[in-house]
């Protein structure tokens, strides 16, 4: 019964977030239409977490983001080697964006970072054909020219939509990234039609090591709404992953504030990239995620 009800109030979380952003009572039927012509298929996205890799200090350790990395990859494209893997991802000859994030709260790591880059030459792309970047994509040579992209930030509550992740990750590839705050940053998904990079994301990678779950205002920080999550989420799904972003977070913050506080505003520009955009998968029913590693805290 918990879990029915548990699927219940996320389902009528998403239609709601739906009728409050057109502003009107739609009948449920037009929600139960889109979301069945959108979930035709499953998305599959993997979670893997380790105790240590994240220290008391707040260091991150190295070897151990790249072999959660290398699990984490090894089980969603059904390799042993994680170089195999990423010979799936990506071509010698390509030329490869990594799509960072740069906030100075909660950037991107770049242990994190280090560890795609090492895979994607193991992979045989060369040096000079990789570049990580955030807000310098437009006049970044690699990301003008490239033929693929890697996605990957860390997860952070955010003032105008709700939560910063995958979908998120790619207003900057805009030139007017400010322009997709209108109705709580409700027509996000259309930032990943942009040319530079329509179709061109091969992987998405959802940091959790230290996730916000609260801010109180634009641009706020505060340490003490971060907590060690010590995890790392991946998939070809971006909508996949932000809708299971947005399912720990909740739970954090029920755990944190011992009531439940519904993230606000709430981020019903991942609904919409499903039932509106076709971007991907935000109902959970519809995602096979796989967990891997440390259980204790899993929240999902």
């Given amino acids: 019964m918990k879990d029915e009800m548990s699927k219940i109030s996320r389902r009528d979380f998403m239609r709601g977030a739906a009728c409050a952003a057109i502003g009107t009572a739609l009948p449920l ?23 240590d890799v994240v220290t008391k200090t707040g260091s991150i350790k190295d070897e151990i983001v790249q072999k959660m990395l290398d699990d984490a990859i090894n089980e969603l494209f059904g390799t042993d080697k994680a170089v195999d893997a990423w010979q799936m991802i990506v071509k010698p000859n390509d030329i490869v964006g990594v799509k960072s994030n740069v906030w100075a709260y909660l950037p991107t790591p770049a242990e994190v970072e280090n ?19 955030d807000r310098g994509v437009l006049d970044n040579e690699i990301f003008k020219n490239s033929t693929a992209l890697i ?14 992740s995958c979908i998120k990750n790619y207003v900057m ?13 409700a027509n996000l998904a259309t930032a990943w039609d942009l040319p530079i990079a329509k179709g061109k ?13 609260h801010i109180m205002g634009p641009h706020h920080y505060d340490p003490k709404f ?28 029920d755990i944190y504030f011992e009531e439940h506080r519904t993230i606000q505003p709430i981020p019903h520009h991942v609904y ?6 076709n971007l991907g998968i935000a109902d959970l029913n519809q995602i096979e995620l796989v967990k891997l590693g440390w259980e204790e805290g899993v929240l999902v």
Avoid at 30 to 38: D, S
Avoid at 151 to 164: E, F, M, Q
């Fill in 201 to 213: 994301t091969r992987l998405n990678i959802l940091v959790l090591l230290t996730p916000q779950f």
């Fill in 173 to 185: 590839f805009d030139p007017e990234p400010w322009s997709y705050h209108d109705n709580y940053c």
């Fill in 272 to 277: 919409f990239a499903q039932t509106k955009y």
């Fill in 29 to 51: 039927s037009v929600f139960a239409e889109e979301e069945t012509k959108a979930a035709k298929h499953m998305s599959k996205a993997v979670l893997v977490r380790h105790p």
């Fill in 151 to 164: 996605n990957v930030r860390p997860l952070r509550a955010h003032h105008w939509s709700g939560i910063g």
């Fill in 226 to 253: 971060t907590w060690q999550y010590n995890g790392i989420l991946v998939g070809t799904d971006p909508v996949a992953l932000d809708s299971i972003g947005i399912e720990i977070m909740q739970k954090q913050r």
């Fill in 115 to 133: 560890a795609i880059s090492q895979r994607l030459m193991d992979a045989g792309v060369k040096k000079e054909n990789i570049g990580i970047d």
